[in-house]
């Protein structure tokens, strides 16, 4: 089925520092959704993306949907603390017979010292 | 309005017994997907149910159902319980099947396999 390859698998940052994080697919995904979780939490819906191209803010999240739909990448500028956590990508993948489920990457987790 | 609630928060359970989880979506949600989250495997897609129908289903063993109610609240059972079977389990819901807006998610059941 259709994968989702997030790198990198974990990252410690100096507060205020940017971050960077990407995902990608051997095959093409119509829609790219970056998701959060905090511990012991459900992963909560950061940004969505829906066009080739398509670059979306959220504060100091920056999400962009790859040209040949088959990456994404998430940008977070002037990390503070509150911003530790996993980052998931997540797209629909057919799954056969015309169905999609949401298919999640294993997640970037960020740490940030402060 | 209410966000997506799970009970019970936490379980433990001895293996071989059974274990029912429930899942509350949000108010005129129709979808409702389960998801098991282990250290290991990341979030692996359980079934979807939309309008009380199974849409789709991840790859998981028979010992894992779910089933919805006419007012879209959901439940998952799990018998004959593995140790391997620890694990967070998410149910998420949403407007439209297949993940393509999104998924909103509860804060997950803790399940303890003894």
């Known amino acids: 089925g259709q994968q989702l390859n997030q790198s990198p698998q974990s990252m410690f940052i100096q507060e205020g520092e940017d971050v960077s994080m990407n995902c990608t697919s051997s095959?093409?995904?119509?829609?790219w959704l970056w998701y959060k979780q905090d511990p012991g939490e459900g992963p909560v819906l950061l940004i969505a993306?829906?066009?080739?191209?398509e670059l979306t803010s959220n504060g100091r999240l920056t999400a962009q949907f790859g040209i040949t739909r088959k990456d994404s990448f998430l940008n977070i500028s002037a990390s503070i603390p509150s911003d530790v956590g996993i980052y998931f990508c997540?797209?629909?993948?057919?799954?056969?017979?015309?169905?999609?489920?949401?298919?999640f990457g294993k997640g970037t987790k960020l740490s940030v010292i402060p | 309005k209410a966000g997506v609630t799970q009970t019970p928060r936490y379980l433990i359970k001895t293996r071989g017994q059974q274990v029912t989880l429930s899942c509350s979506p949000i108010s005129g949600h129709r979808s409702v997907s389960w998801y098991q989250q282990t250290p290991g495997q990341g979030l692996q897609f359980l079934f979807e149910?939309?309008?009380?129908?199974?849409?789709n289903k991840g790859n998981f063993p028979g010992r894992f159902s779910g089933r919805q109610f006419s007012n879209s609240r959901s439940e998952m059972n799990v018998s004959t319980l593995e140790l391997g079977d620890s694990a967070l389990y998410l149910c998420a819901s949403s407007l439209g099947s297949g993940g393509t807006y999104g998924y909103t998610f509860g804060s997950g059941t803790r399940l303890t396999v003894v």
């Open positions: 095959s093409i995904f119509n829609t």
């Open positions: 997540a797209g629909p993948a057919n799954s056969g017979a015309g169905s999609y489920q949401l298919t």
């Open positions: 993306l829906y066009k080739a191209g």
């Open positions: 149910y939309f309008s009380e129908t199974q849409r």
